[in-house]
């Protein structure tokens, strides 16, 4: 069974330049989700799809960030303008659904973004 | 804050001996679930308690959870090098989102 699919695996940008991420999710699986974990710290859940829908979006900086998941498959996620402070690994993960039952979360290698 | 807190922030053992980390959090859970990650494989669930379950086996992985005192313990025994990583609790919530804490990181040496 192939794993969930990320590219790129690095992106070095300036700041104020925008740049984009994207995730193919383990086939079947409704729920995506987008973390970003700074060096040093365990990851902080972005924004969370079922299906084409967004379940949680309460810790997405909405003035710089969006994501999409048009099709309920793929899904990107956008950084427009950069800061420094964004520089992190973002990690895409997905699970058979979400709701109250438990749904193991499988995820991607994650794009690894440095600022400049 | 939300999320869990683990202890040790590192820890180092030889090989064969027993890892112990502890997740403390603050806040109602519906399970809680113990994640490694390394360079090699990234990301990895291993193991998922429920917050009505006390204590749960999957190999050589022990976890316990006392909703009472609002901490779990990860066990790991007979550690081989292949089980550096860091080690992270995370709190599952109603609509499966995840609260990870802030790591623990295991260096098991030869």
């Known amino acids: 069974e192939a794993g969930v699919a990320q590219s790129p695996r690095y992106k070095i940008i300036e700041k104020r330049q925008s740049v984009a991420f994207w995730c193919n999710p383990i086939s079947g699986h409704a729920t995506l989700y987008w973390y970003q974990q700074i060096l040093g710290q365990g990851p902080k859940l972005l924004i969370q799809?079922?299906?084409?829908?967004?379940?949680?979006d309460s810790q997405l900086p909405k003035d710089r960030f969006s994501a999409e998941r048009l099709k309920g498959v793929d899904s990107t996620l956008k950084i427009q303008p950069a800061k420094l402070e964004d520089s992190a690994v973002y990690l895409c993960a997905s699970s058979l659904m979400g709701g109250s039952s438990y749904n193991e979360q499988f995820f991607g290698p994650g794009t690894r973004l440095t600022v400049l | 804050s939300q999320q869990g807190e683990e202890d040790p922030q590192a820890l180092s053992i030889q090989e064969g001996e027993n890892a112990t980390m502890n997740c403390s959090y603050k806040t109602s859970i519906n399970n809680l679930q113990w994640y490694r990650q390394n360079s090699g494989r990234g990301l990895v669930h291993l193991i998922l308690?429920?917050?009505?379950?006390r204590e749960k086996h999957s190999g050589r992985l022990r976890v316990t959870l006392d909703t009472s005192k609002k901490s779990s313990s990860l066990l790991i025994t007979a550690s081989r090098a292949a089980d550096t990583a860091s080690y992270f609790c995370a709190l599952g919530g109603a609509t499966n989102k995840l609260i990870f804490g802030t790591g623990t990181l295991l260096a098991v040496q030869p």
């Open positions: 308690i429920r917050s009505n379950e």
């Open positions: 799809f079922q299906n084409n829908g967004v379940v949680d």
